[in-house]
């Protein structure tokens, strides 16, 4: 199938995408115009279009058109060991499949491997990736050249740690002046690089690895800069106890970040299970944002996130994969992992607040990401004057039987492609209107 690469085009599909006003658009057979500058023009049924628009259109009947996916949390150095290391508790596993990884990611390592790690991305149907680096300041300048190249829509930071560190090079005097310093001069060279397709997100890795003085000025980092600023919070019960025996003064583990003025619109925060009724109300309080990644969260058997209270206390939620802590890149499993993980909460007799459906998953992985960002007017649905960050995805693949007629309805179309996704269904993707390679690479 010949899939336009660059705007303007028009796109002739079926259409699925959450809208921002609330609900869901579904369009069996309609026309996507995306203008010269990657924007998404009208969209209209096809049945109202004349005959010459509907000549110059690209059928690419019977695919889905949907808007890219977002992932917030992932790992990029980690994805060559993605899917390895079952059943190992958290430290075993960094110590054998991650660090080593983390370790060697150098330039060079990122010259080679980060074109690749974008193309699966953008082959699971990501089209943005908020995404931790390596701790090395050449290797994010590779990974950010790679992402450029690429056309992904990215949001990187380099790793900072100034204590229980695998980085060699350390040196506990000089480690917090040198590890600020390389992430100030990497947000000059990239922060809003590619005309804003990139971002820099100042990466203090977690409390367990960072001192109290390394958090603060990360955060003022993140501040000055109007950067974001993304760390990992309540994974898992024996971090969290670490935690509290690192900070005895705080209150809890959100009160860790709080003290450092980490916690504002600017901040994702990865897993959140364990959170308790005050540290979610500080979190809502403050506007910072959660990463979900339920299949990390089971792989590692870190918990399961009680999803429906933090919705309903009113949390900004988006979806992460966090590769390689989750072992599979695809948003499609996320979304299916993450319901299956509600369902057993509620077959624990534990669950709580609304149940949501497939095409609830399909908002957050998408919307619910974007604004997580604070993107939610530029991407995360197919509407008129969104940057055009779409994805087209063949339902044939999630089709139990050969042949068998497509689903009708939103929400059965929704539940086929997350409860039946195929490796292969992303057939093509694009940030701004430009496609994205990736997609299809098994062709
Ligand atoms: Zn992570």
């Known amino acids: ?188 060279r990239w922060d809003g690089a590619a005309d804003g397709r990139l971002r820099y997100a100042v990466t203090p890795r977690f409390a367990v690895s960072c001192t109290a003085d390394m958090l603060r000025e990360s955060a003022s980092l993140a501040a000055a800069t109007g950067t974001y600023w993304q760390t990992h919070l309540s994974e898992d019960r024996g971090e969290i106890a670490e935690v509290a025996a690192m900070f005895p003064d705080a209150l809890d583990y959100v009160d860790v970040y709080d003290r450092a003025g980490g916690l504002s619109s600017r901040a994702v925060l990865a897993h959140a299970v364990h959170l308790s009724d005050r540290e979610l109300g500080r979190l809502v309080e403050t506007g910072s944002r959660v990463a979900h990644c339920p299949i990390s969260n089971l792989f590692l058997a870190s918990g399961v996130m009680p999803l429906g209270r933090y919705v309903e206390a009113g949390l900004a939620v988006g979806l992460g994969s966090d590769v390689a802590g989750g072992p599979d890149p695809s948003m499609f499993s996320v979304m299916r992992v993450g319901f299956y993980s509600q369902n057993a909460l509620r077959v624990a007799g534990v669950g709580d607040g609304p149940l949501l459906g497939p095409l609830d998953w399909l908002a957050m992985a998408t919307l619910g990401g974007a604004r997580a960002l604070g993107l939610g007017d530029v991407i995360g649905s197919v509407e008129t004057g969104k940057e055009a960050d779409l994805i087209a995805v063949d339902p044939r693949f999630a089709a139990p039987l050969e042949d068998q007629a497509p689903d009708d309805d939103a929400a059965d179309l929704a539940s086929r492609l997350i409860f039946r996704s195929h490796p292969d269904m992303v057939r093509g993707a694009w940030v701004r209107g430009h496609a994205l390679a990736g997609p299809a690479r098994r062709d």
Do not use: C
């Open 1 to 188: 199938m010949d899939l336009p690469s660059q705007p303007p085009f028009t796109l002739r599909a079926r259409l699925l995408t959450p809208l921002a006003a609330g609900g869901t658009r579904h369009e069996a057979d309609a026309l996507i115009e995306v203008d010269t500058g990657g924007r998404i023009g009208a969209i209209k049924p096809a049945a109202d279009a004349t005959a010459e628009v509907l000549a110059t259109a690209t059928d690419l009947r019977p695919l889905v058109v949907m808007p890219g996916l977002v992932d917030l949390h992932a790992h990029l150095p980690q994805l060559p060991n993605a899917g390895l290391g079952a059943g190992l508790d958290l430290l075993t596993w960094l110590e054998r499949y991650i660090f080593p990884l983390e370790r060697a990611f150098d330039a060079a390592a990122a010259e080679r491997l980060a074109p690749a790690a974008w193309r699966a991305f953008a082959a699971a149907g990501t089209t943005t990736a908020l995404v931790y680096g390596a701790v090395y300041e050449a290797s994010l300048d590779a990974t950010f050249r790679a992402a450029e190249a690429h056309g992904i829509r990215a949001i990187i930071g380099k790793v900072m740690m100034d204590r229980i560190t695998y980085d060699p090079t350390i040196d506990p005097t000089t480690i917090l002046d040198q590890s600020l310093a390389e992430s100030a001069r990497l947000i000059e």
